[in-house]
Each structure stands twice: as C-alpha cells, then as structure tokens.
C-alpha cells in the first residue's frame, strides 16, 4: 500500500468534493425522511428469521451518533460506529482540502494487498455480526 499527496490533474475524478457532496445529501434526506414522519426502515432478514442482519441497529447507531451519544452509538452497532468516525474525518479532510485548493490524499494498493483487504472486510463483518447474534436480546 502507497499513499501519495498530489493535486488533480485535468479530468481527474475529485473524490473529496463527490463524497462529501454525497455525505451532506445523505444527511439531509435522512433528516427530511424523520422530520416528516415517514416510516422507519425495516429489515427483511429480521422480520423473516427474528435474527439481527449484520447492519442490524445501523439506523439507532447514526441517531445516537448524531445526537453525541457515542457509548450507546457503540452498543447499537460497533462497525456503523466506526464507520461514522470514519466519515466524520474524511469529511474534516475533504473540507480542508477543498477550502485550500491543497493536494490529495491517495492510497494505491497492489493486487495482492487487495486480496488482503478483502478478506479483512470479511471478516470484520464476520466479526460484527458475531457481536450483533450475541446481544440482540440486549436491545
């Protein structure tokens, strides 16, 4: 894995103003959709088998989340939790890097490396999901 720091280059895709374009969307959607009272989303695979999906408590993390209630964002979903965390900095780096025109943060992986990364995003959804059978009762 390499990360580099450049600038854009003409025809560029600009990842930063894309994905924090998409977070502040997704924000306001999700804001509209329970300011208006619509219904909450429901998992298919819960209500079929009684058991958590592995994105089970994904909605109840990002309220709790949002509200600054970290420790119960944590309890409802572990990997919602992080990735959150996860947006939350990429968000910060994007808005920084946009407001001063700076270079951009890339990260280059090699055929093997993406073998690697794939079998670690198995398994931390393994891991996740294992978390979420073993407390569903507890929510």
């Known amino acids: ?76 979903n572990p990997l919602v939790f992080a990735l959150l965390w996860g947006v939350v900095a990429f968000d910060l780096y994007a808005l920084v890097t946009l407001a001063t025109r700076g270079p951009r943060l890339r990260i280059v992986f090699r055929q093997a490396e993406r073998k690697y990364a794939r079998g670690v995003i198995v398994a931390v959804l393994a891991l996740n999901w294992f978390y979420l059978l073993s407390h569903w009762r507890d929510f």
């Open 1 to 76: 894995m390499r990360i580099t720091a450049r600038h854009l280059v003409p025809g560029e895709i600009d990842h930063e103003l894309i994905w924090l374009s998409a977070t502040a969307v997704s924000l306001g959607l999700a804001v509209s959709w329970f300011a208006l009272g619509l219904p909450w989303p429901r998992c298919v695979f819960h209500d079929l088998t009684g058991l958590p999906c592995v994105t089970c408590g994904m909605t109840r993390s990002a309220i709790q989340f949002l509200h600054g209630h970290f420790f119960a964002a944590l309890k409802w």
